[in-house]
T-cell receptor, first 115, second 110 residues
Framework: DARVTQTPRDKVTEMGQEVTMRCQPI?????VFWYRQTMMQGLELLAY????????DSGMPKDRFSAEMPDATLATLKIQPSEPRDSAVYFC?????????????FGPGTRLLVL | LAKTTQPISMDSYEGQEVNITCSHN???????ITWYQQFPSQGPRFIIQ???TKVTNEVASLFIPADRKSSTLSLPRVSLSDTAVYYC???????????FGSGTKLNVKP
């Protein structure tokens, strides 16, 4: 049963520290998404990639957030420096663009708490 | 970018049929309509997708009128385990543009 994996599952850090979240998309999927979810804002799209190229990162604060795909099996989301307002659950999802039924498969999320 | 409007919350009882309607007045010609389900502490999970008329799978049915400005997710005979947030998503084919709304929190009571 193919799944999207994310690490770490939980992260507690202090303000100003760098945070790196990792995602392994489902093998064969060519599109990767990063979302942030909070009670106040709901589910927000931060960035997404197709065939490892960034297509849209307009939802991401550029000054402190960065997203990359070093290879087809790894996507990373970095926050530097982190701030308390970054506390949220960060989801990664992958999908297959061009498939008959376009579905996003979500990982379990990384719960981030910035003190 | 087609945005969606859904009721914030709904209550139901076990065994009832639940219908959740989503409005998407500015849906574009190429947009598909997709519904996701999210349980607490989990990522959203795909339920059903459609373009027009009616789609049915083992979990739910999706009704889309001819003008496509709304859609209705129908859950037959809900159980307590169907308590979750349901999102209506409208987007262009090829994942080009899409938007997760605020979702509908469904509470199923015994």
């Amino acid at each position: 049963d193919a799944r999207v994996t994310q690490t770490p599952r939980d992260k507690v850090t202090e303000m100003g520290q760098e945070v790196t979240m990792r995602c392994q998309p489902i093998l064969g999927h060519n599109t990767v998404f990063w979302y942030r979810q909070t009670m106040m804002q709901g589910l927000e799209l931060l960035a997404y990639f197709r065939n490892r190229a960034p297509l849209d990162d307009s939802g991401m604060p550029k000054d402190r957030f960065s997203a990359e795909m070093p290879d087809a099996t790894l996507a990373t989301l970095k926050i530097q420096p982190s701030e308390p307002r970054d506390s949220a659950v960060y989801f990664c999802a992958s999908g297959l663009s061009g498939a008959r039924q376009e579905t996003q498969y979500f990982g379990p999320g990384t719960r981030l708490l910035v003190l | 970018l087609a945005k969606t409007t859904q009721p914030i919350s709904m209550d139901s009882y076990e065994g009832q049929e639940v219908n959740i309607t989503c409005s998407h007045n500015n849906i574009a010609t190429n947009d598909y309509i997709t519904w996701y389900q999210q349980f607490p502490s989990q990522g959203p999970r795909f339920i059903i997708q459609g373009y027009k008329t009616k789609v049915t799978n083992e979990v739910a049915s999706l009704f889309i009128p001819a003008d496509r400005k709304s859609s209705t997710l129908s859950l037959p005979r809900v159980s307590l385990s169907d308590t979750a947030v349901y999102y209506c998503l409208v987007g262009l084919y090829n994942f080009n543009k899409f938007y997760f709304g605020s979702g509908t929190k469904l509470n199923v009571k015994p």
